[in-house]
């Protein structure tokens, strides 16, 4: 009986401790703004791509005897992908970093990175209307250049659209203190030099 009871105990306090570092894992993901960031992200990205996952399912239940792989669901994706819909895409991903940009200036608050993400907008929106453009008036003559350059384009605004979502939250949070003691050294400049 002893040995039950010990056992017992041994196990009630391992239960604790996993409860306790369970918590702290819970507690770390919840004040972490990249992970809640990438949760928002990934739910986000996932829901506004069901088109895709629906594409997919179709092409499985219209093709006859044809074997369920990655390789074919990333060569559906593939044959469907416009690259002339690329404004479409990174506009409706770049729309809300705009918006993070124009908060932080309404806060008056200096964004990281202000000038590398402002010249990179100011690259990804004409270089995504060019290719939209171009698709429009079938003027493209080099597709696989295309393709691929959407394709990037379309990275780059996935990249800037998660460190949007980063932004914000850092924005939500009340910004650092660098001012302590700043009233006392100005006082101690005005005495100085009024003396």
């Known amino acids: 009986m002893n040995i039950l009871s010990a056992l017992l105990a ?6 604790r401790r996993f409860g306790q570092s369970l918590r702290r894992i819970v507690s770390w993901c919840t004040d972490n703004i990249y992970f809640d960031a990438a949760i928002e992200f990934i739910t986000v990205y996932l829901l506004s791509n ?22 074919e669901s990333f060569n559906v994706i593939k044959e469907n992908w416009r690259a002339g819909e690329i404004l479409i895409f990174v ?12 908060l932080y200036n309404r806060a008056r608050r200096h964004m990281p990175g202000y000038w590398y993400f402002l010249i990179v907008l100011l690259f990804l929106y ?41 932004f914000q939250r850092r924005l939500a949070k009340p910004p650092i203190d660098d001012s302590s003691g700043r009233a006392d050294r100005m006082a101690e400049q005005l005495s100085q030099g009024g003396a």
């Not at 041994?10 to 239960?15: H, T, V």
């Not at 506009?91 to 124009?102: D, K, Q, T």
């Open 50 to 71: 069901l088109p895709f996952l629906f594409l997919i399912l179709s092409h499985y239940l219209n093709t006859p005897g044809i074997q369920l792989s990655w390789a």
């Open 10 to 15: 041994s196990g009630l306090k391992n239960i």
């Open 91 to 102: 506009s409706a991903l770049l729309a809300p970093f705009c918006y993070v940009m124009y």
């Open 126 to 166: 004409p270089a995504s209307s060019y290719i939209f453009a171009h698709d429009r008036l079938a003027a493209i003559r080099n597709e696989n250049f295309v393709q691929n350059s959407s394709l990037t384009l379309y990275s780059m605004a996935l990249a800037i659209w998660y460190m949007g979502l980063v």
